[in-house]
């Protein structure tokens, strides 16, 4: 039973249009939600998070925004640019407890 | 962020042996570690979590005899895989948290090929 899902395996934008990325989540018990930036043979980076009491959150080019009423989040990132290419994962935690991962989406911006 | 260092990056061994791999909470404690394993084009799979000083608790199918975790420090955790079958061959990947706060951080991850 997947708990958090990405829907779309990849997405492919031109780079300085914005890149939005869908996820959605089944267990209303998650209060703390974070999206993470992988490149292939290396560890998850952290990008940004979101507690379940907020419903947007910003950080430079990239805003979370939180629907909990549709178990929906989504990441945005404007101006998308080529260094942003990589495999984007979504996550979330119960009360701080162990991190549950989305299967991921790739994201190839094109100059 | 903080930073924990996982070691080593990439290893190769022979049917049979055992290989450890190394998680470390650089600047902060890590009361609580997390082992991941990721097979190719597949998200990021909890294998156990580890509390400092306490036995890891296991995720449902993840054989503890075979994968011994020990987390005998606030800096330090280890994965052994023992008795490694070429069906292990995977990308292991650690997280560490410290006590309050919700963020992990992850380590580097360990490409490990059993031939």
């Known amino acids: 039973d997947q708990q958090v899902k990405q829907n779309s395996p990849s997405l492919s934008v031109q780079e300085g249009r914005i890149s939005i990325l869908n996820c959605d989540y089944t267990n209303s018990m998650f209060d703390y939600f974070l999206w993470y930036k992988k490149y292939p043979a290396e560890g998850p980076t952290f990008l940004i998070s979101i507690s379940s009491i907020k419903d947007k959150n910003e950080d430079g080019r990239f805003t979370v925004f939180l629907n909990k009423s549709a178990k929906h989040l989504s990441l945005h990132i404007v101006p998308s640019q080529p260094g942003d290419s990589a495999v984007y994962f979504c996550a979330a935690s119960e009360y701080g407890n162990k991190l549950v991962f989305g299967a991921g989406t790739i994201l190839r911006v094109k100059s | 962020g903080a930073v924990v260092s996982q070691h080593p990056s990439r290893v190769i061994c022979k049917s049979g042996t055992s290989v450890k791999i190394e998680c470390r909470s650089l600047?902060?404690?890590?009361?609580?570690m997390f082992w991941y394993r990721q097979f190719p084009k597949q998200s990021l799979m909890l294998m156990a979590t580890?509390?400092?000083?306490?036995?890891?608790?296991?995720e449902q199918g993840v054989e503890k005899d075979k994968f011994l975790i020990n987390h005998a420090s606030l800096t330090l955790s280890t994965l052994t895989v023992t008795s490694a079958h070429p069906e292990d061959s995977s990308f292991y990947i650690c997280?560490?948290?410290?006590?309050?706060?919700?963020?992990?951080?992850f380590g580097q991850g360990t490409r490990l090929t059993v031939v």
């Open positions: 580890s509390n400092e000083g306490s036995k890891a608790t296991y």
């Open positions: 600047d902060f404690q890590a009361t609580t």
């Open positions: 997280s560490a948290r410290s006590q309050g706060d919700t963020e992990a951080f």
